[in-house]
Nanobody
Framework: QVQVVESGGGLVQPGGSLRLSCATS????????MSWHRQAPGKEREMVAH????????MYADSVKGRFTISRDNRKNTVYLQMNNLKPEDTAVYYC?????????WGQGTQVTVSS
């Protein structure tokens, strides 16, 4: 069955960096786009970054452009989110989404907290 598992979240000070990973299995990873989303308390879930199946095109929310980088390794069936210059407003649960046909598949999420 399809599995989507995030890791790498944690507590970081403003200006710091974190790298999230999303390991997948159960489908042909190299055939599908992937994306990272986040949800802060009391807010709707929003897309942060998107990457097509080959990794040659990416898209970012305006709020993270220039600070976050999405990448993927199709040999390892894994997608990454490098987050630099983190701000308190980046605090949220971060979810990985596999854009398979139909509703797609969400991971369980990983908490990122940016605080001094």
């Amino acid at each position: 069955q399809v599995q989507v598992v995030e890791s790498g979240g944690g507590l970081v000070q403003p200006g710091g960096s974190l790298r999230l990973s999303c390991a997948t299995s159960g489908f042909t990873f190299s055939n599908y786009a992937m994306s990272w989303h986040r949800q802060a308390p009391g807010k709707e879930r929003e897309m942060v970054a998107h990457i097509i199946n080959t990794g040659s095109k990416t898209m970012y929310a305006d709020s993270v452009k220039g600070r976050f980088t999405i990448s993927r390794d199709n040999r390892k069936n894994t997608v990454y989110l490098q987050m630099n210059n983190l701000k308190p407003e980046d605090t949220a649960v971060y979810y990985c989404f596999a854009r398979l046909p139909g509703p797609g598949y969400w991971g369980q999420g990983t908490q990122v907290t940016v605080s001094s």
